[in-house]
């Protein structure tokens, strides 16, 4: 009995010894895979999570106390309204004129009070809208926080968050839990830099302002709210080394709860956009020319992200041209996040309800050929004539893109004609405006197979091929018949376009496809 258990004993004694030796090895290499280090190197090379590059619309949301005057020269930047005050001879005047001479920037937090704000009924709104993500300002660069940060109001040495002051609430908690209830990604914007907080003002304590404030406050809002994506901000005074950048991305890519889904944007220090990050940002530019990276525009209805009571209709960009900018953003790789300003009292301005409202009827029609799509051979089809310049810049790039649209050349100068999105073999064509009896399409390559619809119309059209060109049929509809307005999608199954003049030989030279074909 005896020799019998010590037998066993040595033969589980040798198994336990082997599978230490085989298991022990692999935890550091496993643990050593995982983490991110904290230099630029290393954190360039994370994938993006690919729910950004599908999701393609999302909804901006700058809100703060600035929403209490709500006014800037039209033109400008209504959230910038503090930074203004005594420097901006009109910004003075108006707030003299109107606050009187003792009444400080701080003095409005206590009327910004949120009384009709719902956020279950904004994020219906972004639903409806067609929106896939949502990200409002945490905190803009007047410090004041939409959560109950203690940093803030200690920095300040007053009641300085939206729990203590104001509202007395949880803006930032209500919109989250509202937004993932209706099924969107939550993401919040965030300032680096606060123009009057006591360390920032100091040039010789800016190293305690971002160790003592930036960073734990960072780290707060990301560990209470979990974002899917962080817009930073307000960078340009320091390089990323001394915003210890790299080492706080480090810890959100390892540590932080959000460090499997959340991306984050190229604003991280004075030297890092359209350098590092995980996707590059435009402002109230043209995005960037084509997809070899992640890229976002980000822009206001009007011309301001907060709201500018000062703004005309004539400010603010028709339902039209949002469609529009959308899809040919989309057809050069990139996304749109579209700002509102909501005022004080928590409500959204109806001119924006509408232009939210008019994106999401023509997503529920169009919708197919923007999410989840690529750029395909090229972003758009011109018509003949001389084709404007475009620049591409980080910042205020000019960008009238009804100057450069339509079905036909606008004074000898060519317009786009049709914005090209792919999915796979299917290539969607996005007409800005209606092609009328025949819609042309140059350099497309589309075999026996292919099938032409029309998004939001039943059936199949006919087409003929005319060697590289596909000549579409187009349905004669009456003046209410339309599926939408503003753009309409052709949908070509098993089909691509190469880069222009540069297409494959067809399979068929011409041939003909008919939803009824002719019998003999």
Same mark, same amino acid.
Request: charged share 25%.
């Given at each position: 009995?005896?020799?019998?258990?010590?037998?066993?004993?040595?033969?589980?004694?040798?198994?336990?010894?082997?599978?230490?030796?085989?298991?022990?090895?692999?935890?550091?290499?496993?643990?050593?895979?995982?983490?991110?280090?904290?230099?630029?190197?290393?954190?360039?090379?994370?994938?993006?999570?690919?729910?950004?590059?599908?999701?393609?619309?999302?909804?901006?949301?700058?809100?703060?106390?600035?929403?209490?005057?709500?006014?800037?020269?039209?033109?400008?930047?209504?959230?910038?309204?503090?930074?203004? &005050? /005594?420097?901006? +001879? @009109? #910004? *003075?005047?108006?707030?003299?004129?109107?606050? =009187?001479?003792?009444? %400080?920037?701080?003095?409005?937090?206590?009327?910004?009070?949120?009384?009709?704000?719902?956020?279950?009924?904004?994020?219906?709104?972004?639903?409806?809208?067609?929106?896939?993500?949502?990200?409002?300002?945490?905190?803009?660069?007047?410090?004041?926080?939409?959560?109950?940060?203690?940093?803030?109001?200690?920095?300040?040495?007053?009641?300085?968050?939206?729990?203590?002051?104001?509202?007395?609430?949880?803006? &930032? /908690?209500?919109? +989250? @839990? #509202? *937004?993932?209830?209706?099924?969107?990604?939550? =993401?919040?914007?965030? %300032?680096?830099?606060?123009?009057?907080?006591?360390?920032?003002?100091?040039?010789?304590?800016?190293?305690?302002?971002?160790?003592?404030?930036?960073?734990?406050?960072?780290?707060?809002?990301?560990?209470?709210?979990?974002?899917?994506?962080?817009?930073?901000?307000?960078?340009?005074?320091?390089?990323?080394?001394?915003?210890?950048?790299?080492?706080?991305?480090?810890?959100?890519?390892?540590?932080?709860?959000?460090?499997?889904?959340?991306?984050?944007?190229?604003?991280?220090?004075?030297?890092?956009?359209?350098?590092?990050?995980?996707?590059?940002?435009?402002?109230?530019?043209?995005?960037?020319?084509?997809?070899?990276?992640?890229?976002?525009?980000?822009?206001?209805?009007?011309?301001?992200?907060?709201?500018?009571?000062?703004?005309?209709?004539?400010?603010?960009?028709?339902?039209?041209?949002?469609?529009?900018?959308?899809?040919?953003?989309?057809?050069?790789?990139?996304?749109?996040?579209?700002?509102?300003?909501?005022?004080?009292?928590?409500?959204?301005?109806?001119?924006?309800?509408?232009?939210?409202?008019?994106?999401?009827?023509?997503?529920?029609?169009?919708?197919?050929?923007?999410?989840?799509?690529?750029?395909?051979?090229?972003?758009?089809?011109?018509?003949?004539?001389?084709?404007?310049?475009?620049?591409?810049?980080?910042?205020?790039?000019?960008?009238?893109?009804?100057?450069?649209?339509?079905?036909?050349?606008?004074?000898?100068?060519?317009?786009?004609?049709?914005?090209?999105?792919?999915?796979?073999?299917?290539?969607?064509?996005?007409?800005?405006?209606?092609?009328?009896?025949?819609?042309?399409?140059?350099?497309?390559?589309?075999?026996?197979?292919?099938?032409?619809?029309?998004?939001?119309?039943?059936?199949?059209?006919?087409?003929?091929?005319?060697?590289?060109?596909?000549?579409?049929?187009?349905?004669?509809?009456?003046?209410?018949?339309?599926?939408?307005?503003?753009?309409?999608?052709?949908?070509?199954?098993?089909?691509?376009?190469?880069?222009?003049?540069?297409?494959?030989?067809?399979?068929?030279?011409?041939?003909?496809?008919?939803?009824?074909?002719?019998?003999?």
């Amino acid at each position: 009995m005896s020799t019998f258990f010590h037998k066993h004993m040595r033969t589980l004694s040798l198994l336990s010894a082997i599978i230490s030796a085989v298991i022990i090895p692999l935890a550091p290499v496993a643990q050593a895979a995982a983490p991110y280090d904290a230099n630029w190197a290393s954190l360039d090379k994370r994938p993006l999570p690919g729910w950004f590059q599908d999701a393609k619309f999302g909804i901006f949301i700058h809100w703060g106390p600035y929403s209490v005057p709500a006014w800037a020269k039209r033109g400008t930047y209504a959230e910038s309204y503090w930074n203004r &005050l /005594g420097k901006d +001879a @009109a #910004a *003075t005047a108006f707030h003299k004129k109107n606050y =009187g001479e003792n009444f %400080s920037y701080m003095d409005f937090a206590p009327r910004f009070t949120a009384e009709l704000f719902d956020a279950k009924e904004w994020a219906a709104l972004f639903k409806r809208a067609g929106a896939r993500y949502v990200v409002p300002t945490s905190k803009h660069h007047d410090g004041f926080a939409l959560w109950p940060s203690e940093h803030a109001s200690s920095a300040y040495g007053r009641p300085w968050n939206a729990v203590e002051t104001g509202p007395k609430r949880d803006l &930032l /908690g209500e919109l +989250a @839990a #509202a *937004t993932r209830a209706q099924g969107l990604k939550f =993401g919040f914007y965030i %300032s680096l830099h606060e123009w009057f907080h006591p360390l920032w003002k100091d040039p010789k304590a800016r190293k305690r302002f971002v160790n003592e404030h930036y960073i734990p406050q960072f780290k707060d809002v990301v560990t209470r709210y979990q974002p899917s994506l962080i817009f930073g901000d307000g960078e340009w005074d320091m390089p990323s080394k001394d915003w210890k950048s790299e080492e706080l991305l480090a810890w959100l890519y390892n540590e932080s709860p959000s460090k499997e889904d959340v991306v984050v944007n190229d604003r991280w220090g004075k030297e890092t956009r359209h350098r590092h990050g995980g996707y590059y940002t435009t402002e109230y530019g043209a995005g960037l020319q084509d997809g070899a990276h992640a890229w976002e525009e980000n822009r206001g209805i009007a011309y301001s992200f907060g709201l500018n009571r000062a703004e005309r209709i004539g400010d603010y960009k028709t339902s039209r041209e949002l469609v529009l900018v959308l899809a040919d953003l989309v057809s050069r790789g990139g996304n749109l996040l579209l700002n509102i300003g909501p005022a004080a009292d928590g409500t959204i301005p109806p001119i924006m309800e509408e232009r939210l409202l008019d994106i999401g009827a023509w997503l529920d029609v169009n919708g197919e050929a923007i999410y989840g799509t690529r750029p395909a051979g090229r972003p758009c089809q011109w018509t003949e004539g001389k084709r404007p310049k475009q620049q591409y810049s980080h910042y205020k790039a000019k960008y009238n893109l009804l100057d450069t649209v339509g079905q036909k050349p606008k004074g000898g100068n060519a317009v786009k004609q049709v914005f090209y999105t792919q999915k796979g073999s299917t290539l969607y064509a996005i007409c800005a405006g209606w092609p009328e009896a025949q819609l042309i399409l140059r350099d497309v390559d589309a075999g026996d197979s292919a099938t032409v619809t029309l998004l939001g119309s039943p059936g199949e059209l006919s087409y003929t091929r005319d060697g590289a060109a596909l000549k579409i049929k187009t349905p004669a509809f009456g003046p209410d018949d339309a599926p939408c307005k503003y753009a309409y999608t052709f949908k070509i199954t098993n089909a691509h376009i190469a880069p222009e003049g540069k297409t494959g030989t067809p399979k068929q030279n011409s041939g003909i496809r008919q939803d009824n074909p002719p019998t003999n």
